[in-house]
């Protein structure tokens, strides 16, 4: 468990963070601990049916939980993985973003030179019967947006959790892709969400694709799923658009 700050104070005591931001990335880990992979997973799709039940299962056949991600924006940038190590967690690696960071400036009609998003990983290994969990941190590492487009960007993530997500690595071949692609948009009444190659990330890259839904969230996070690849796989490769809708 993470020790959520009171908001009486601006910022989340000794964490590098605004008190809002301290909170959000509390509650997310602290949930995601608390559920077994196929209570997260039955969260994120949040689809009460048999078809939905079914694509669930297949899910967990070919798919492990890999991470948590949360998009942040730090009072001090130098200061705040030390919220994650007091806790258990060890910073991985770090490394500058450029699927969110696309994702963010195209929202928010921002210059991509006004605005660099990197990535912290963190993990913390496995404990009794806890998983060993991992965390995803996006933050702005340079941000001089103007000052009213800033403003409204921190204040709609941070009420929306847009750029939060649920990450599944896929463990199966294109075919088993295919079939989860199929699955998610099909049952799973999930919509794609984005995505793409990183090559920055694992020695080789590796390719995202993230769905999402507009039901009712979980609040406050949103029915948002990514699934990841190793390697440079466009869509295309993997989904014939006759076949999922099948």
Not at 114 to 143: K, V, Y
Not at 180 to 189: D, K, N, V
Request: aromatic share 10%.
């Amino acid at each position: 468990m993470i020790t959520q700050p009171s908001h009486a104070t601006t910022t989340g005591s000794g964490t590098g963070l605004y008190w809002l931001d301290a909170s959000r990335l509390a509650r997310i880990i602290d949930y995601v601990e608390s559920q077994s992979t196929p209570e997260l997973l039955s969260a994120v799709l949040g689809v009460d049916n048999s078809a939905a039940a079914e694509a669930s299962r297949f899910l967990l056949r070919h798919c492990s939980f890999d991470h948590v991600g949360i998009l942040l924006f730090p009072t001090d940038i130098s200061e705040m993985p030390k919220t994650l190590i007091r806790n258990g967690f060890e910073l991985e690696d770090t490394m500058a973003s450029t699927i969110v960071q696309r994702r963010v400036c195209d929202r928010y009609g921002i210059r991509p030179a006004d605005l660099r998003i990197h990535i912290h990983h963190f993990t913390r290994p496995a404990s009794g019967a806890q998983r060993p969990m991992r965390t995803e941190i996006f933050f702005p590492s340079h941000d001089s947006t103007p000052s009213a487009i800033g403003r409204m960007m921190r204040a709609d993530e941070r009420k929306h959790n847009r750029e939060a997500h649920f990450a599944f690595r896929v463990d199966g071949d294109d075919e088993a892709f295919a079939m989860l692609w199929r699955f998610l948009t099909g049952p799973g009444a999930m919509r794609p969400d984005g995505g793409g190659y990183n090559p920055n990330h694992e020695g080789g890259g590796c390719s995202t694709f993230y769905f999402a839904s507009d039901s009712v969230s979980f609040s406050p996070w949103p029915r948002r799923l990514e699934l990841i690849r190793a390697g440079y796989h466009p869509p295309s490769e993997h989904v014939d658009p006759q076949r999922i809708s099948t």
